[in-house]
């Protein structure tokens, strides 16, 4: 979906995780296509084989721009990611190399790479050396593939303990490792929750953002139903020298294609 705000066009994707919901997984590529997508993030794709899913994204016509490394299981330690917990290195790596795969196959330009929480009594300066030097492996990997990887800070009050602290963190991470081929996946939400300033904060990290994502606060809804002005953030975002997608990863408060009308208050 290309929507037009006062500063240019935005390329919308959307997460199916968390939009259409009201029909199956294997559905919703479809159904994110007659909503007017051509993008879609699939967050966990692991669930079904790749070859399944790259069927699904040309039967609907729709492009996968971003999927994350795979998750441990429920109540695990890696249950968020496993970048930044020790002791948790082979089962990253492993991670790490199926989500290339899985991007190869699927045509995906970026992989978020998931922190993790730093467990219970792990020493912080241990668990973020542990991930950097995690980091610097999976960029390895990726480079020869084509594939960008992004990094994400989960704010503190939906996920405490979470291995990377911020916006500005994940930036100093991937200028270290190598800011070609790592960048920082900047949600909006995540860095309204923690300290907010949005505009200000994208505009001095927007050489190193690889993805951009969407929702609202509080909440956690589509834009439009909580304090963020998304008028003027996506109108600064897309007067920006930042191409990529922007991600729909947003719960809607009444149905997927019901809230989906905002995107028509953002025209000029």
Request: proline share 7%.
């Amino acid at each position: 979906m290309i929507i037009s705000t006062g500063g240019g066009e935005i390329k919308l994707a959307a997460n199916l995780k968390w939009l259409f919901t009201e029909v199956s997984l294997e559905q919703r590529f479809d159904a994110a296509a007659k909503a007017g997508f051509i993008g879609v993030e699939l967050p966990s794709p692991y669930e079904l084989p790749a070859a399944r899913v790259r069927e699904l994204l040309d039967a609907a016509g729709v492009q996968q721009v971003l999927i994350n490394t795979p998750p441990g299981e429920p109540g695990s330690p890696t249950a968020t990611g496993a970048a930044a917990v020790p002791g948790a290195r082979e089962e990253f790596r492993e991670g790490v190399l199926r989500a290339l795969e899985y991007a190869t196959v699927l045509e995906a330009p970026s992989v978020h790479v998931m922190a993790g929480v730093r467990p219970a009594g792990t020493d912080a300066a241990l668990s973020f050396a542990t991930y950097v030097d995690n980091i610097a492996w999976a960029a390895e990997r990726a480079r020869s593939s084509g594939v960008r990887i992004v990094l994400e800070a989960i704010n503190k009050r939906d996920q405490p303990d979470y291995g990377l602290e911020s916006m500005e963190a994940a930036a100093a991470v991937a200028s270290a490792v190598d800011p070609t081929t790592v960048g920082v996946l900047f949600d909006c939400y995540h860095a309204q929750v923690d300290r907010g300033n949005l505009i200000e904060r994208f505009e001095r990290l927007v050489p190193q953002i690889g993805h951009v994502q969407i929702a609202d606060n509080p909440g956690r809804g589509e834009p439009g139903t909580g304090e963020i002005a998304y008028e003027r953030v996506l109108t600064r975002i897309a007067e920006s020298s930042y191409e990529g997608w922007v991600g729909c990863e947003y719960g809607p408060v009444d149905g997927t294609v019901p809230g989906l009308s905002w995107t028509e208050r953002l025209h000029p």
